[in-house]
T-cell receptor
């Protein structure tokens, strides 16, 4: 069974701080997606990474896919209160298996 | 453009009652997914339809759960009889991609509480 472990589970920081959250697995994924979910809403896609070692940037957010395509990280520079939310990673299995979601990292940024 | 529309947003019912959740996917999307989200288990896939046909229902917990997609613009998830452990937020998502690698567009969810 493919599993995605996300860490930390909860993160509470001050505005302006930098942070990194992780998404790890023992399985190889064809692609990996990152979503952000705000309270009372559904998840919204931030980025998809496909190639091992790939780095994508979305304003202050930097996403990296591990070389072996088993892990990924999300780095936020100078966090803002608007970054508050649940960050979910989701992996597409190699054998055409279902998209697997991690349990997420809940980020709280206070001003 | 309208996104994925789910109803009801909130449902409170008593154990043993039938619950029906509804979903209207984004027009033109041919893949539809039902997920369940709880604090303990996170987001779990229940069932995946492609072109109205169930492709993967391995996540459906048991015979009490059933899902249908009679046409491209409507799907239902039914729980009969409901139990307290079914309490969760149920999400419907649609995609224009066939398979698992595309962007999922989620609805706002239906929060179910079974007393």
């Amino acid at each position: 069974t493919q599993l995605l472990e996300q860490s930390p589970q909860f993160l509470s920081i001050q505005e302006g701080e930098n942070l990194t959250v992780y998404c790890n697995s023992s399985s190889v994924f064809s692609s990996l997606q990152w979503y952000r979910q705000e309270p009372g809403e559904g998840p919204v896609l931030l980025v998809t990474v496909v190639t091992g070692g790939e780095v994508k940037k979305l304003k202050r957010l930097t996403f990296q896919f591990g070389d072996a395509r088993k892990d990924s990280s999300l780095h936020i520079t100078a966090a803002q209160p608007g970054d508050t939310g649940l960050y979910l990673c989701a992996g597409e299995g190699q054998a055409g298996t279902a998209l697997i979601f991690g349990k997420g990292t809940t980020l709280s940024v206070s001003s | 453009d309208a996104g994925v529309i789910q109803s009801p947003r909130h449902e409170v019912t008593e154990m043993g009652q039938e619950v029906t959740l509804r979903c209207k996917p984004i027009s033109g999307h041919n893949s539809l997914f039902w997920y369940r989200q709880t604090m303990m288990r996170g987001l779990e896939l229940l069932i995946y339809f492609n072109n109205n046909v169930p492709i993967d229902d391995s996540g459906m917990p048991e015979d009490r759960f059933s899902a249908k997609m009679p046409n491209a613009s409507f799907s239902t998830l039914k729980i009969q009889p409901s139990e307290p452990r079914d309490s969760a937020v149920y999400f419907c998502a649609s995609s224009s991609y066939v398979g698992w690698g595309g962007e999922l567009f989620f609805g706002e969810g239906s929060r179910l509480t079974v007393l």
